[in-house]
Nanobody, 114 residues
């Protein structure tokens, strides 16, 4: 079955950087567009970034554009999110997902605080 294992989160100071990873299994990763979403306490889950199956097309939420970079390595069935210039409002649990499945992984916690 579809599985995602997100990792790389942690505590970072404002202005710092983190790189998240999403290891996928249970489907043909190289054929699947992928998303990063996030959910902060008391807020709805929101879209962060998208990448096409081959990696040529990407898109970002306005709040992260220019600071975050989504990428993927189809040889490793893994997607990444490089997050730079982090702000306190980026604090959330980050999830990866493919649109062909309703499955959500456990997510990885990102906390931006001094």
């Amino acid at each position: 079955q579809v599985q995602f294992v997100e990792s790389g989160g942690g505590l970072v100071q404002p202005g710092g950087s983190l790189r998240l990873s999403c290891a996928a299994s249970g489907f043909t990763f190289s054929d699947a567009p992928m998303y990063w979403h996030r959910q902060a306490p008391g807020k709805e889950r929101e879209f962060v970034a998208f990448i096409s199956s081959g990696g040529a097309a990407t898109s970002y939420a306005p709040s992260v554009k220019g600071r975050f970079t989504i990428s993927r390595d189809n040889t490793k069935n893994t997607m990444y999110l490089q997050m730079n210039s982090l702000k306190s409002e980026d604090s959330a649990v980050y999830y990866c997902k493919t649109p062909s499945s309703n499955y959500w992984g456990q997510g990885t916690q990102v906390t931006v605080s001094s």
